[in-house]
């Protein structure tokens, strides 16, 4: 390899930026309140994205935390991941998995 054209070389992990986290070791956590049927929606593909990547998932209800009442109320359901906002109001799957892949 040595004599390989950069091009053709792959990429060595950039000194000092963390490796991406593998899927099984992300959280997705959705923030709802209950008789919200776009979180139902929402709560669907990630169930579904999760259970083939092997990522843990789980809710929070607005309506029990003030904190994420105050943050959150106006874009429920929210979506985050590893604990950062990714979506909110509608979940699209295939970026859900890129996010959760890349």
Same mark, same amino acid.
């Given at each position: 390899?040595?004599?390989?054209? %950069?091009?053709?070389?792959?990429?060595?992990?950039? %000194?000092?930026?963390?490796?991406?986290?593998?899927?099984?070791?992300?959280?997705?956590?959705?923030?709802?309140? %209950?008789?919200?049927?776009?979180?139902?929606?929402?709560?669907?593909?990630?169930?579904?994205?999760?259970?083939?990547?092997?990522?843990?998932? /789980?809710?929070?209800?607005?309506?029990?935390? $003030?904190?994420?009442? /105050?943050?959150?109320?106006?874009?429920? %359901?929210?979506?985050?991941?590893?604990?950062? $906002?990714?979506?909110?109001?509608?979940?699209?799957?295939?970026?859900?998995?890129?996010?959760?892949?890349?």
């Amino acid at each position: 390899m040595a004599g390989m054209s %950069p091009i053709f070389r792959r990429k060595s992990a950039t %000194p000092g930026v963390a490796p991406a986290a593998a899927p099984q070791d992300r959280l997705v956590t959705l923030v709802r309140k %209950p008789g919200c049927h776009l979180c139902d929606d929402a709560q669907i593909v990630i169930e579904k994205v999760c259970a083939d990547l092997g990522v843990s998932w /789980e809710q929070k209800d607005i309506t029990e935390d $003030q904190d994420l009442h /105050e943050k959150y109320w106006e874009q429920i %359901p929210v979506v985050l991941v590893d604990g950062e $906002q990714h979506t909110f109001w509608r979940v699209d799957e295939g970026r859900l998995r890129r996010a959760l892949t890349g």
